[in-house]
């Protein structure tokens, strides 16, 4: 009897264990299968938590005729204004050229510590294009720089995307290249959108970007000469 009870116990044991054991398998691998899903989402919250860039096409060029522009040896320097409503792609682009090409290249922060009194009073307006001429001529002249690139951005809507996650601002650059007596060169406009998220932008991607847009658009209009470019 006590032999028959023992076994019995053991039996009992063992279909407990069993029981478990068959209880504990398909959660693991139900967890296991769930791994590459979780991973998945995870990127996709990472992604959607991200801040980045967005450039459209150039839109409504215009280039000076092409004997109206300096030959190569005589363009040697460029002064950019800090773009008014984005001051940010001003000193970008200023670094994106200053490493990728020969041209000295004046940065926004220098033109407005070394600028006159003057000449910084007027950057901080919203300059119309019948006031790039002017303000180009006085850049040039005070730095002593072949061409002067001015630029404003214009702003539409902030939207939302990513269920809220991300606000979106549309913008519009508006650029233009005058030589060292106010003459137009060239003229040009960049859409972008500035998507915001949790995450800080990459500066160093958006200046990767931002070049290889700007010098696309130099060589389309046969310019890459002109500006010594590249290294």
Same mark, same amino acid.
């Given at each position: 009897?006590?032999? #028959?009870?023992?076994?019995?116990? $053991? &039996?009992?044991?063992?279909?407990?264990?069993?029981?478990?054991?068959?209880?504990?398998?398909?959660? *693991?691998?139900?967890?296991?299968?769930?791994?590459?899903?979780?991973?998945?989402?995870?990127?996709?919250?990472?992604?959607?938590?991200?801040?980045e860039v967005e450039f459209q096409?150039?839109?409504?060029?215009?280039?000076?005729?092409?004997?109206?522009?300096?030959?190569? &040896?005589?363009?040697?320097?460029?002064?950019?204004?800090?773009?008014?409503?984005?001051?940010?792609?001003? *000193?970008?682009? =200023?670094?994106?050229?200053?490493?990728? *090409?020969?041209?000295?290249?004046?940065?926004?922060?220098?033109?407005?510590?070394? #600028?006159?009194?003057?000449? %910084?009073? $007027?950057?901080?307006?919203?300059?119309?294009?019948?006031?790039?001429?002017?303000?180009?001529?006085?850049?040039?002249?005070?730095?002593?720089?072949?061409?002067?690139?001015? $630029?404003?951005?214009? #702003?539409?809507?902030?939207?939302?995307?990513?269920? $809220?996650?991300?606000?979106?601002?549309?913008?519009?650059?508006?650029?233009?290249?005058?030589?060292?007596?106010?003459?137009?060169?060239?003229?040009?406009?960049?859409?972008?959108?500035?998507?915001?998220g949790a995450k800080e932008i990459?500066?160093?991607? %958006?200046?990767?970007?931002?070049? =290889?847009?700007?010098m696309a658009r130099v060589n389309?209009?046969?310019?890459?000469?002109?500006?010594?470019?590249?290294?």
């Open positions: 009897m006590g032999i #028959g009870m023992r076994q019995l116990r $053991g &039996s009992l044991s063992s279909v407990k264990l069993l029981t478990l054991a068959l209880m504990v398998l398909p959660a *693991t691998v139900l967890m296991q299968g769930c791994m590459p899903a979780l991973w998945l989402s995870a990127i996709g919250i990472d992604s959607a938590r991200s801040s096409p150039f839109e409504h060029s215009w280039v000076a005729p092409r004997e109206q522009w300096p030959q190569p &040896s005589e363009m040697r320097s460029l002064a950019i204004a800090p773009f008014w409503g984005e001051a940010t792609m001003a *000193t970008l682009l =200023a670094a994106a050229l200053q490493q990728e *090409t020969e041209l000295r290249v004046v940065s926004p922060s220098e033109v407005t510590t070394h #600028g006159s009194p003057e000449l %910084v009073a $007027g950057l901080s307006e919203n300059l119309t294009d019948k006031d790039g001429p002017a303000l180009a001529e006085k850049i040039a002249a005070e730095f002593e720089v072949d061409c002067v690139l001015l $630029g404003r951005a214009v #702003g539409g809507q902030p939207q939302w995307s990513f269920g $809220g996650m991300k606000e979106r601002f549309p913008k519009r650059l508006y650029l233009h290249l005058l030589d060292a007596k106010g003459t137009m060169m060239w003229k040009d406009e960049l859409p972008f959108t500035i998507v915001k990459d500066e160093t991607w %958006v200046k990767e970007v931002l070049m =290889a847009r700007v389309e209009l046969g310019l890459v000469e002109v500006w010594r470019t590249p290294k």
